[in-house]
DNA sequence: AGCTAAGCGAGACGGTACGTCCAGTCTTTCG
DNA sequence: CGAAAGACTGGACGTACCGTCTCGCTTAGCT
């Protein structure tokens, strides 16, 4: 009865908002340049997403991309490579400085209002997913010990990455990802 | 040769700002709230932090503490029981909801300032020099294996915590760090 | 085609602004009070008037008001008292305190910064034109010489009621406006 | 008993605050810059002048000229070149664009502060004695008419000219001062 | 074909904070 | 005591965004 939403619009916005979340931002992303760089009124931003915040979570749910579980077998070392591969995998993604910075401020957005947490959660529960799949495969395959807490041991391979994403800066390249495995099944002992 | 800076003001601002910061949050703490609270000028603050930002680094920095390296011996056991300590340590300073909100500010802020970075860089780099530290000691005592990589360690520790408190926001407590130490050392295999 | 601007706020801020310049001078108006007693944003003040300098010049402009050209008719005296009739109200707007104290603000700023040059430069062309008025009738009328530059007479007649204005603080009354026209007619020889 | 003033300090401090004051008007002349660049405590200054004001007050005081009166004679003629003279000399002086500015702010100061009123009064009152012991001369010599009141022809000479430099912006030459002084001995009528 | 409800662009508006700038005072140490 | 250095109070300025609002125009789709 009314005249339909552009839906073209919604598009566009995301793309744009997208751009400036990678460039400059949560705080560099400014609701009235977006519109204004889109050719289009505040207004109709506004009133697809009630909030800078509702923008920002449609912004990252878009940005899921598809893990897929890599599985080259049941051996010991067959879980090895699995592992490593998707250790290399969050490695090669995470490392560009404006990734790193992206990560930065999804984690800042994750605390800052709930939608947002679960739009963010979301995000990296898939890659969470595949090692976990792996861990557990591994144990049922008698490869690794049984008594292991997957979730410990995700824990200790994603949050090393992470943490050099994060906190330290340091690097991250496929030799790191080995070395990183290689003393996760190991252990320090 | 000048009148020197007032250093209790230093103090008291930053007590405001702390408390300010844990009940509101980072957008809650206001600047000139904070300074006519304290009873001194704006400009006063600003002086002394040349942006809100730095202050809430400055604020931070305090809370960090003077970590002490724990040091119950050299035997495995105590090498354990040492990093142990210090996991527990870690936990315990960063489940509190709104420190977990802020360590996502700091390593956003990190990324957006370099003033800022090394800032924040420095408040971290204690605890994981404490870290690195009971390794080498477990290393060179024979505890823990030679060709370990205590950079990698140190990640696989301190990284699963901040993992919890950035990206999953998982719980942590001395239950966890247990679990944590555990696992890093004997290995998944 | 966008929400027109609120007319009724431009007045009262105008009025308040006023009221604040001849109650305690340029310094003395404070932009964020006139907003607030108004029951305006700051913002909306601002988007007015770009700079506190730019308001006071509204605000003066709104005092010039509509200055008519007298006309008694074509002969010497009428002229002399139309020219009279223009000095006059001259003295009379120009005479009080607080107005010697803006005018002489007006004349600074103009110098400082063009775009407030140009406008106060609107603010006096007003009643420089009616004298110019009034004695290109009075050359025409043969009244006055014919040989007469206005420009030169203008500059006499308004020149010395800013003088003392500006520059010696004399007073300023009818009688010095009819002694003054009556001068600058009859010549000093 | 007591270390003495350094009175070298005071020249450059007035020699600095003129040529800002010159350059920057009023509001550009900043007390704290005066100070750095003389390599002056600001204490310094404000020991010598307890008010920014003051020290204005002190470099207009400085800027005081020597005006000598014309005397050609008695005759009309003579009267009317000591007149022109006296005029050419103002626009003369006066013409240049920071001159102008000067004017200006120097009006505005006049209005500020009394004690600042009167040292620019006594700026101003020098060359406007000159023209009044003209205009007496011609008077008491029979040039000019007797019934003159010599304040008033003061006003429109001298008036023409400031207005010129303040209001209009109007240029200022000699052929602008024989002009005026011959329409102002001649009359409009 | 016309009515009508919603979409839309433009931009005004309230509100809140930020960081900056100066005047004038105060405090410390040195000569 | 004078001076250099610079901290301090206090107050205004102008800026930047957010989210809401008010216009007048445009465009489906139901009557």
């Known amino acids: 009865m009314a005249r339909p939403r552009n839906t073209?619009?919604?598009a566009l916005i995301l793309a744009a908002a997208a751009e400036a979340l990678l460039q400059d931002g949560y705080d560099g992303l400014v609701v009235d340049e977006i519109?204004?760089?889109v050719g289009v009124a505040k207004t109709t931003v506004y009133r697809r997403w009630?909030?800078?915040?509702?923008?920002?979570?449609?912004?990252?749910?878009?940005?899921q991309g598809v893990v897929d579980v890599p599985n080259t077998g049941d051996e010991a070392d067959d879980i090895a490579n699995d592992l490593t591969t998707i250790a290399g995998g969050m490695c090669h993604v995470l490392d560009p400085a404006p990734i790193r910075r992206l990560v930065a401020e999804l984690a800042a957005a994750r605390m800052r209002d709930d939608d947002l947490g679960s739009a963010v959660d979301r995000l990296w529960s898939d890659r969470r997913a595949a090692t976990a799949a792996v861990l557990e495969r591994g144990i049922a395959g008698g490869a690794?010990?049984?008594d292991l807490d997957?979730?410990?041991?995700t824990d200790e391979l994603a949050g090393a990455v992470y943490?050099?994403?994060?906190?330290?800066?340091?690097?991250?390249?496929?030799?790191?990802?080995?070395?990183?495995?290689?003393?996760?099944?190991?252990g320090a002992r």
């Open 8 to 10: 073209e619009s919604d």
């Open 35 to 37: 519109a204004r760089s």
């Open 50 to 63: 009630p909030t800078k915040n509702h923008l920002v979570v449609s912004v990252v749910a878009g940005w």
């Open 144 to 146: 690794l010990r049984r």
């Open 150 to 153: 997957p979730e410990v041991v």
């Open 163 to 186: 943490y050099r994403v994060l906190i330290t800066g340091g690097s991250l390249d496929d030799a790191y990802a080995r070395a990183l495995v290689r003393t996760v099944l190991a």
